[in-house]
């Protein structure tokens, strides 16, 4: 089969696109033919090499964690071109998404949403999942609570936002100035340009209490001024760096690094609430597999607006 691949570790030099192995499904796995998928930091931190100490790596790699495609045979609950979509994270780095074909657990796998395009489709599973793991399983947060989410124009903050406000929550979010109108069409209660204002001042000003969870979508600097915003006995999350024990300690705080996890049953929940109009999109910009290193290029700046998709139009 076509695809991107690595077999050493370094920058977007090391990408190539040719013919690897197609992969074999399991007795317990779904063969899906792919027809996008979607950019996310891990894709980058994985071809550098910075997650070796995670999980097994085994070359060549194909990188890439979110599919968009149909069933090619009949598996467990799934029927022969069913659309599906779903997290590709395996116990092997190995066989990722910028390919025509993966194989996945049946456990990882749901119906797409009906009333979104496959290359819709493609942008959420990631960012959707590790929003609801990080804010609810996690965090568990409550109804009338406040939270803060960092970089809420992103991936994972597109959905926090939401997902947040269906809870019943307040939140506050950070953002540039000329995402600011977009993440206020999402929800947000309150957002801070993270450029112009100073953000423990504003979050101090609007929530003179303290935060009740910290989402940290952005980490470095960002994180800092999270933990000099959060109430004791609150929850602090982040998707990026590993919050600091010795302050959770002595603020009192539940404090966490979050890994997201395949889930086919929160997927399918995901799914009706994007069916239901109740869950928006973030976001997309679709591009073709044949940028994918420009793309990966543009996530790892760290300024990208919601979502890059990939066609794989090999």
């Known amino acids: 089969m076509k695809a991107v691949y690595f077999d050493s570790f370094g920058a977007n030099d090391v990408l190539k696109f040719g013919d690897v192995e197609r992969p074999i499904p399991k007795q317990d796995e779904v063969l899906i033919k792919l027809t996008h998928t979607s950019v996310n930091p891990v894709d980058y931190k994985i071809r550098a090499g910075h997650l070796q100490g995670m999980m097994p790596h085994v070359f060549p790699i194909i990188p890439g964690w979110d599919a968009s495609g149909t069933v090619v045979e009949n598996s467990g609950a799934f029927k022969k071109g069913d659309r599906v979509f779903a997290y590709a994270r395996t116990g092997t780095v190995k066989y990722g998404t910028y390919a025509e074909y993966t194989t996945l657990p049946v456990s990882s796998v749901a119906k797409a949403p009906a009333s979104i395009s496959a290359a819709e489709a493609a942008a959420v599973p990631l960012v959707a999942l590790t929003a609801w793991q990080a804010l609810f399983d996690f965090a568990d947060l409550k109804s009338g609570e406040t939270v803060f989410i960092s970089g809420g124009s992103g991936g994972v903050g597109s959905f926090a936002i939401q997902l947040a406000k269906i809870k019943g929550a307040r939140v506050i979010t950070t953002t540039s100035g000329r995402n600011m109108d977009y993440v206020k069409s999402l929800g947000a209660d309150i957002v801070i340009d993270y450029t112009t204002q100073d953000v423990v001042q504003a979050v101090r000003a609007s929530v003179p209490e303290g935060i009740d969870v910290v989402l940290d979508c952005v980490g470095g600097d960002t994180q800092d001024q999270a933990w000099r915003v959060i109430k004791s006995e609150g929850r602090f999350v982040s998707i990026v760096d590993s919050?600091?024990?010795?302050?959770?300690?002595?603020?009192?705080?539940?404090?966490?690094?979050?890994?997201?996890?395949?889930?086919?049953?929160?997927?399918?929940?995901?799914?009706?609430?994007?069916?239901?109009?109740k869950l928006q999109l973030p976001a997309i910009s679709v591009r073709s597999i044949n940028d994918a290193a420009a793309a990966l290029a543009e996530v790892e700046s760290r300024r990208v607006r919601g979502k890059i998709v990939l066609t794989l139009d090999f």
């Open 243 to 277: 919050p600091s024990a010795a302050l959770a300690r002595e603020k009192n705080v539940k404090a966490g690094f979050w890994f997201v996890n395949p889930d086919a049953p929160r997927l399918n929940l995901i799914s009706e609430l994007i069916d239901a109009k």
